[in-house]
């Protein structure tokens, strides 16, 4: 097994702003996302390991993200390979633009926690700004479709069962790494090796009942593989839509099989449009029990109606103020969710605490 390391110059392509408060542990531990397999973080490492797939070398990696503790401005990416996968600058290349987009590092992401702590003073004091994200839009879109009507727990499942359906994340057998390895990597007692998230060729190549057999997504299977073969067959160019603005995008996601206003709100989400608050049951049970102490919602458009009472003031940050108060909330009960072990994920649900008003205790 081979090791290579390189840095993230956060400061290359953030202004001093963003760079100075950057904090890996809080772009990484903000959302339900973070705790999907093939993620893990390491609470006592502050380390986020997962397995992404290279494209230019079509081979899978394992990588180990952790922030240096002498200046913010470093990311320090170590990355696990076969000692066949002879590495490239591609393969680097390729390897950056994955981690930056799952931390969200770039000029644009920059430009919005400007903005968004302008207009919400109380996200620069708590250091509240990103969402985590994949490292593709399609493994969000999957991941999004996946906490629709059901419990957080099975979401968390399906995940997991997805990325063994996936493979091995680099092809090897689980053992330890060499204590010469300078990064984080050698002081973990195990060698990271689940599944990486399926492809949209790996899954597009399945038969319905297969993958719903293996993975035990219900009505899911027939969307996420449609999504995949249309993926395939490029009638929905999911690389394009990253380049689209906010008034192109909507429409057509709601026109694709199986893209509610939750999905396609999660999403637009992912894409750093953050007008749409994704409602779901949480969303409901947030708005009456845990912050707002609304009562009497029967529907999700009622929801919609009151989340704009609500959260409008903060356009286009509506999002991100609620997922704010959603830690916040989260973490009163759990506490810091970066320090949340992996078995109590499940437990990261509204659905699992007492009920509330106003962030206490009733």
């Known amino acids: ?20 408060d950057f904090c890996l542990e809080k772009v990484v531990c903000n959302h339900g996302f973070f705790m999907m397999a093939p993620n893990r973080w390491i609470p006592s490492e502050k380390c986020l390991i997962r397995p992404l797939h290279l494209n ?34 591609d393969d680097k290349e390729e390897i950056q633009g994955m981690v930056s987009r799952m931390l969200r590092i770039s000029e644009r992401d920059d430009r919005m926690v400007k903005e968004f702590h302008i207009r919400c003073p109380e996200a620069k004091e708590t250091g509240s700004a990103q969402i985590f994200r994949s490292p593709t839009l399609f493994e969000d879109i999957v991941k999004t479709i996946l906490l629709c ?7 968390l499942k399906m995940a997991e069962a997805l990325c063994k359906l996936g493979g ?28 990486n998230f399926p492809s949209p060729q790996q899954i597009a190549g399945l038969h319905e009942k297969k993958l719903d057999d293996n993975c035990k997504l219900g009505y899911r299977a027939s969307i996420i593989l449609e999504l995949a073969r249309t ?11 990253q380049h ?6 909507r429409p057509i996601l ?13 999403i637009m989400m992912c894409l750093g449009f953050y ?21 009497g919602i029967t529907t999700t458009i009622h929801g919609r109606v009151v989340i704009s009472e609500i959260y409008d003031k903060y356009a286009p940050f509506q999002c991100l103020v609620y997922w704010m108060e959603r830690v916040k909330y989260y973490e009163t009960k759990l506490g810091k969710l970066s320090d949340l072990p992996h078995w109590k994920y499940p437990n990261a649900t509204t659905t699992n605490f007492k009920t509330c008003t106003s962030g206490e205790d009733s």
């Open 254 to 266: 709601m026109r694709k099989k199986g893209f509610g206003p939750f999905v396609v709100a999660n």
């Open 168 to 195: 091995n994340g680099n092809g090897s057998k689980r053992k330890r790494l060499s204590s010469s390895s300078s990064s984080c990597c050698w002081r973990i007692q195990y060698q990271y090796c689940m599944g």
């Open 56 to 89: 230019s070398s079509n081979k899978n990696v394992t990588v180990y993200i952790t922030q240096s503790t002498i200046s913010k401005n470093f990311i320090f990416v170590t990355v696990l390979h076969s000692n066949e996968h002879q590495f490239s600058d």
């Open 231 to 241: 993926i395939l067959n490029g009638s929905f160019d999911v690389d394009g839509l």
């Open 149 to 155: 009507h059901c419990s957080w727990a099975r979401s």
């Open 275 to 295: 007008q749409h608050i994704p409602v779901d049951t949480e969303t409901i049970k947030h708005l009456e029990q845990v912050v707002h102490g609304k009562t």
């Open 1 to 20: 097994m081979k090791v290579l390391e390189f840095e993230l110059d956060i400061g290359r392509s953030s202004d001093d702003y963003v760079s100075k």
């Open 244 to 249: 689209l603005d906010h008034d192109k995008l």
